[in-house]
């Protein structure tokens, strides 16, 4: 097979926790188990983070200020240029840094992959920059790539800036380590524990409010009020961690929440296991890429509870992995958790049906698969065209 060299240009990247960076890593680092190479690019945060990350090749740039959720980093031009890669890959909503990406792309005239995690939106100054970027920037970005990724299959026809019959569009959903995140040796809480215990993860920041982590908290506070005796744990830290905890004591519900801050990758294996049901009610179709969480959940045959906006949400319904409910509705939430506490025998079936999915559907065995064939099929296309080129 030929080996490719490939340049992942992203806003960050690990030790940085968060979605994408997660999904960057655990891709790239199969892409280098199979021979290719590869380098990534992005801003020094943490300050003094690594150069090499299991194998991989880190360009870490200095940067001053953000705009939005983006670091403004010095000599990005410059460092892609410096790579000749045979591939770039970047992402959206990481604007800016797709956007180098695809200038350089361009100019020495290498495939563009760009995957399409959600649109670039928000509030304030990063929602006027959104709409400016939206409107005149990003179909211009479009235009420059080879081909588009989205990881929700609904997403193309959702996004008013894609067009779901684009035949440069194509999905590929994320995936888990189905062998890090499995069933609790110990089968976790018992069905019949006295509390029904529920898990939430996510970063607790203003970019992630479309988690629904204050929907989540209300539908805690029905159920408490009607008598139901449930517990939620809440992995995660941000800015807003204390906003949240301010939540949950004016609802009464302190004394049953448990903030358990950052939870390390090894030790979230750890945390679906201790939960009956893991709960996602995100907020925003246009926000919410894929929610990754539930599938991590489902791994460790979890029970899920989410809204009609996440990326799997399609499989949840038709597999019965879970429960899905209204976005923006704790009534509705706090119904489906009643549901699940007044038939603890669903819990065990659904988390069964759930890592049956996950295994068959959504291991990253697929997911480098799929992007591995597409690096391949578009070098070839540039090799191919060169050939005819020259011949001319």
């Given at each position: 097979?030929?080996?490719?060299?490939?340049?992942?240009?992203?806003?960050?990247?690990?030790?940085?926790?968060?979605?994408?960076?997660?999904?960057?890593?655990?891709?790239?680092?199969?892409?280098?188990?199979?021979?290719?190479?590869?380098?990534?690019?992005?801003?020094?945060?943490?300050?003094?983070?690594?150069?090499?990350?299991?194998?991989?090749?880190?360009?870490?740039?200095?940067?001053?200020?953000?705009?939005?959720?983006?670091?403004?980093?010095?000599?990005?031009?410059?460092?892609?240029?410096?790579?000749?890669?045979?591939?770039?890959?970047?992402?959206?909503?990481?604007?800016?840094?797709?956007?180098?990406?695809?200038?350089?792309?361009?100019?020495?005239?290498?495939?563009?992959?760009?995957?399409?995690?959600?649109?670039?939106?928000?509030?304030?100054?990063?929602?006027?920059?959104?709409?400016?970027?939206?409107?005149?920037?990003?179909?211009?970005?479009?235009?420059?790539?080879?081909?588009?990724?989205?990881?929700?299959?609904?997403?193309?026809?959702?996004?008013?800036?894609?067009?779901?019959?684009?035949?440069?569009?194509?999905?590929?959903?994320?995936?888990?380590?189905?062998?890090?995140?499995?069933?609790?040796?110990?089968?976790?809480?018992?069905?019949?524990?006295?509390?029904?215990?529920?898990?939430?993860?996510?970063?607790?920041?203003?970019?992630?409010?479309?988690?629904?982590?204050?929907?989540?908290?209300?539908?805690?506070?029905?159920?408490?009020?009607?008598?139901?005796?449930?517990?939620?744990?809440?992995?995660?830290?941000?800015?807003?961690?204390?906003?949240?905890?301010?939540?949950?004591?004016?609802?009464?519900?302190?004394?049953?929440?448990?903030?358990?801050?950052?939870?390390?990758?090894?030790?979230?294996?750890?945390?679906?296991?201790?939960?009956?049901?893991?709960?996602?009610?995100?907020?925003?179709?246009?926000?919410?890429?894929?929610?990754?969480?539930?599938?991590?959940?489902?791994?460790?045959?979890?029970?899920?509870?989410?809204?009609p906006i996440v990326g799997m949400y399609g499989d949840i319904e038709k597999h019965?992995?879970?429960?899905?409910?209204?976005p923006l509705d704790p009534d509705a939430l706090a119904a489906a958790l009643a549901?699940?506490?007044?038939?603890?025998?669903?819990?065990?079936?659904?988390?069964?049906?759930?890592?049956?999915?996950?295994?068959?559907?959504?291991?990253?065995?697929?997911?480098?698969?799929?992007?591995?064939?597409?690096?391949?099929?578009?070098?070839?296309a540039r090799r191919g065209s060169a050939t005819t080129s020259s011949s001319k």
């Amino acid at each position: 097979m030929t080996s490719l060299s490939i340049l992942d240009v992203v806003v960050r990247f690990h030790p940085y926790i968060g979605g994408v960076e997660n999904t960057v890593l655990d891709l790239n680092r199969r892409l280098i188990a199979r021979g290719h190479r590869v380098v990534v690019i992005c801003a020094d945060e943490p300050a003094g983070s690594p150069d090499h990350v299991q194998g991989i090749d880190v360009v870490r740039l200095p940067w001053r200020g953000k705009l939005g959720n983006t670091n403004l980093a010095w000599g990005l031009r410059d460092a892609i240029r410096r790579q000749r890669p045979d591939v770039i890959h970047t992402h959206i909503p990481t604007a800016l840094y797709s956007d180098a990406a695809a200038d350089v792309a361009r100019e020495m005239g290498v495939p563009l992959v760009l995957t399409y995690h959600n649109d670039l939106i928000g509030e304030g100054l990063k929602g006027l920059f959104g709409k400016v970027y939206n409107r005149f920037v990003l179909p211009g970005l479009l235009e420059r790539c080879t081909r588009v990724v989205t990881i929700n299959p609904n997403y193309a026809a959702k996004s008013p800036h894609l067009a779901a019959t684009d035949p440069k569009i194509t999905c590929v959903p994320w995936g888990v380590d189905e062998q890090l995140f499995h069933p609790p040796a110990d089968g976790g809480p018992p069905a019949d524990a006295p509390e029904l215990v529920l898990g939430f993860l996510s970063l607790l920041d203003e970019h992630h409010r479309y988690k629904g982590l204050d929907v989540l908290l209300r539908a805690v506070a029905s159920l408490r009020q009607g008598g139901r005796r449930v517990r939620l744990k809440v992995g995660g830290a941000g800015a807003e961690q204390g906003l949240y905890r301010q939540l949950a004591a004016e609802l009464g519900i302190a004394d049953v929440t448990e903030f358990l801050g950052f939870i390390p990758g090894p030790d979230l294996p750890g945390f679906y296991g201790s939960c009956h049901v893991f709960v996602l009610p995100s907020t925003d179709a246009r926000r919410e890429g894929f929610g990754l969480v539930l599938l991590e959940a489902m791994s460790c045959a979890r029970a899920v509870v989410s809204t009609p906006i996440v990326g799997m949400y399609g499989d949840i319904e038709k597999h019965e992995t879970g429960l899905l409910v209204p976005p923006l509705d704790p009534d509705a939430l706090a119904a489906a958790l009643a549901r699940l506490d007044g038939e603890r025998g669903l819990l065990a079936a659904m988390g069964a049906r759930g890592r049956r999915l996950v295994v068959e559907r959504y291991t990253w065995t697929s997911v480098t698969d799929a992007y591995e064939s597409i690096y391949l099929e578009v070098a070839a296309a540039r090799r191919g065209s060169a050939t005819t080129s020259s011949s001319k």
